[in-house]
């Protein structure tokens, strides 16, 4: 039922034919809870059915992952038999297989490393929570005891000697 509201009999008066406003709005106002309520369980009934298979692709993503992990160690085992194949002695075959793992897991670090010292900080929250206890303290209308940090192509503006390098 959208309104709770029944039809007043008619009557030659306008008051009678028609509900009071208060009666309107209490009416409305159920209708507006009633629509968010069944929003919300509706949204929660989504989020759940997504949830759960967002759970079970990560996991069938890492067992992906792991199998990938030991396709690896035979694929390199393979190529140190292959190399024995060509003559080479078994021990010097696993080495050179070894050494190449390790050079490439020196360019990965190597490459990480560089990536992560171009990682910014969040400037603009550290000055946000920087003046958060300043903020906290109440301030006379149109006073400020302290300056909005200024933003130019999206960058925050340091203030005074601050540096926010790593």
Not at 60 to 68: E, H, T
Not at 70 to 91: C, M, Q, S
Not at 138 to 150: K, L, N, S, T
């Amino acid at each position: 039922m959208a309104h709770s509201v029944s039809p007043a009999p008619r009557t030659s008066t306008a008051s009678a034919e028609e509900p009071s406003v208060g009666t309107l709005v209490q009416s409305a106002m159920a209708d507006i809870s009633t629509l968010v309520r069944s929003e919300i369980e509706l949204a929660k009934a989504e989020i759940g059915k997504s949830a759960k298979k967002a759970g079970i692709s990560v996991g069938l993503f890492g067992a992906a992952g792991v199998l990938v992990a030991f396709a690896g160690i035979y694929f390199f085992v393979t190529v140190a038999e292959a190399l024995t194949a060509l003559g080479l002695p078994r021990w010097i075959s696993y080495g050179i297989v070894t050494v190449f793992l390790l050079l490439l897991a020196g360019v990965c670090a190597l490459v990480g490393r560089r990536m992560i010292k171009k990682i910014e900080k969040p400037e603009r929250t550290l000055e946000t929570l920087s003046d958060l206890p300043e903020v906290l303290h109440r301030e006379a209308p149109g006073q400020r005891h302290r300056d909005v940090p200024e933003v130019s192509n999206g960058k925050v503006a340091l203030r005074g000697n601050q540096t926010y390098k790593v």
